[in-house]
């Protein structure tokens, strides 16, 4: 088994959007069964309630609440 923490960013998934539009630069995907990427989902969400998107903020923290620590 490979040990993934020397790889640094690299293209792990291919994702496609909904819509049909390009990604551009590519999007991040984070599971939310990892400890680390809910870290990140929880600062994402705290950044988008303070830009107005509260119902985006809380339907990542009800997802979220559904994992222990």
Same mark, same amino acid.
């Given at each position: 088994?490979?040990?993934s923490?020397? @790889? /640094? ?7 496609? *959007?909904? +819509? #049909?539009?390009?990604?551009n ?13 809910? @870290? /990140? ?7 988008? *309630?303070? +830009? #107005?998107?509260?119902s ?14």
């Amino acid at each position: 088994m490979s040990d993934s923490r020397n @790889k /640094g960013l690299y293209g792990k998934y291919h994702v496609e *959007r909904n +819509d #049909g539009k390009p990604l551009n630069d590519g999007c991040i995907v984070l599971e939310w069964g990892d400890a680390n990427a809910r @870290k /990140g989902i929880e600062a994402f969400a705290r950044a988008v *309630r303070e +830009d #107005g998107y509260g119902s985006l903020a809380d339907d990542l923290g009800k997802k979220l609440a559904t994992y222990t620590r």
